[in-house]
């Protein structure tokens, strides 16, 4: 049977912060699915927020990613990356540009799965504590920047071609998703300070 004290982790930002303010198990089981709820919106925003390149558009959505995972841990980032690619998967325009399962079938499909991916392995590092400290905090960006653009290149690679892959689906977005992994990864040990 689930041990109630261990139903919300309390290594990451997001769980010290529950556990520090709310005492009642049930508020803090609300609190949780609520920023469930609320960073899988964030994601929809972050894909939005787009240069309409072809065929992978630039987007806010690997930096909210990557903030998300550090943040939240594995259990809640992992469950918000899955809510919002489940969104996708029903039907809503919740991706860069649109929704539906043959959206994860195209060349951005491997990004997205890769969005998941990382959720799971930087949360797991979150969860050690790896997010308190800004070396920590960037490495463990960079694990999960490399396993985004990996799975999606992999994809987009099979669809159009290696050399394509690249071209279109790496190099444009290199440099600038590097110095957003690094504001992130600087910036999330700040929050830890917050919750304090």
Do not use: C, H
């Not at 469930?36 to 925003?45: A, C, E, K, M, Q």
């Not at 690679?157 to 957003?180: E, I, Q, S, V």
């Amino acid at each position: 049977m689930l041990n109630q004290t261990n139903a919300v982790n309390t290594e990451t930002w997001v769980g010290n912060l529950i556990n520090k303010n709310i005492e009642n198990i049930n508020v803090k089981i609300f609190f949780s699915i609520f920023t469930v709820f609320l960073g899988s919106l964030l994601l929809i925003v972050s894909a939005k927020i787009k240069v309409p390149l072809y065929p992978v558009p630039m987007t806010l959505q690997p930096m909210a990613v990557l903030m998300i995972a550090i943040l939240f841990g594995r259990n809640l980032a992992t469950l918000t990356v899955g809510l919002y690619i489940f969104k996708g998967i029903i039907g809503l325009p919740v991706f860069a540009f649109g929704g539906g399962l043959m959206y994860l079938m195209g060349p951005t499909g491997g990004f997205i799965l890769g969005f998941f991916v990382s959720a799971f392995i930087i949360g797991y590092l979150a969860d050690r504590g790896w997010g308190k400290k800004i070396s920590l905090s960037i490495i463990s960006m960079l694990i999960g920047l490399v396993i985004i653009y990996t799975l999606g290149i992999f994809q987009l690679a099979l669809l159009k071609g290696f050399n394509f892959a690249l071209l279109k689906g790496f190099y444009p977005f290199l440099l600038g998703d590097f110095y957003k992994l690094l504001l992130a990864g600087i910036i999330a040990p700040y929050f830890w300070k917050i919750s304090k």
